[in-house]
């Protein structure tokens, strides 16, 4: 099954990603390989200046905070779409782990980022 999958996913023409979290970690890593594939990626962050490894390594890239409200996040999706046509990788990787029994783990702590 797992075979069959990955055979498919190859076998599809360049394909456009929105990747969101691109500064570090997986999101960088991930946005990577998809341009080292030759795929189309729309690397996302709060803060541009740190996407410029992606932007030099042909991303194309974007200020998003995934907090922000539901009509800015429509927006950044309607220009997307319209400036690509398509979107057929959404990578929702933004965010962090928070480790920690419920009891400690205030709203305010939760919150931080
Ligand atoms: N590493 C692990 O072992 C592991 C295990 C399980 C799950 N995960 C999950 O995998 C994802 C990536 O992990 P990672 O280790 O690669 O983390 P990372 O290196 O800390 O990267 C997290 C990314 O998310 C961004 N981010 C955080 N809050 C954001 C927000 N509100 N809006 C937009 N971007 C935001 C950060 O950008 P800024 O530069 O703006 O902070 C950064 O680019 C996370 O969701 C994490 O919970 C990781």
Same mark, same amino acid.
């Given at each position: 099954?797992?075979?069959?999958?990955? #055979?498919? =996913?190859?076998?599809?023409?360049?394909?456009?990603?929105?990747i969101?979290?691109c500064?570090?970690?997986?999101?960088?890593?991930l946005a990577l #390989?998809?341009?080292?594939?030759? /795929?189309?990626v =729309?690397a996302?962050?709060? *803060?541009? /200046? !740190?996407? !410029? =490894?992606l932007?030099? &390594?042909?991303a194309?890239?974007?200020?998003? /905070?995934?907090? &922000?409200?539901?009509?800015?996040?429509?927006?950044?999706?309607?220009?997307?779409? #319209?400036?690509?046509?398509?979107?057929?990788?959404?990578? *929702? *990787?933004?965010?962090?782990?928070?480790?920690?029994?419920?009891?400690?783990?205030?709203?305010?702590?939760?919150?931080? !980022?």
């Amino acid at each position: 099954m797992g075979h069959f999958h990955t #055979e498919s =996913i190859s076998a599809m023409s360049s394909r456009v990603w929105f990747i969101t979290g691109c500064s570090s970690g997986f999101g960088q890593e991930l946005a990577l #390989e998809a341009l080292s594939r030759g /795929d189309k990626v =729309i690397a996302t962050a709060r *803060n541009k /200046d !740190k996407l !410029k =490894i992606l932007q030099e &390594a042909g991303a194309e890239t974007m200020e998003l /905070d995934v907090k &922000a409200t539901l009509y800015e996040l429509r927006d950044v999706a309607s220009r997307v779409i #319209e400036s690509h046509g398509r979107l057929d990788v959404l990578v *929702n *990787n933004a965010g962090y782990g928070l480790q920690g029994t419920v009891e400690e783990i205030t709203y305010d702590v939760w919150s931080l !980022k």
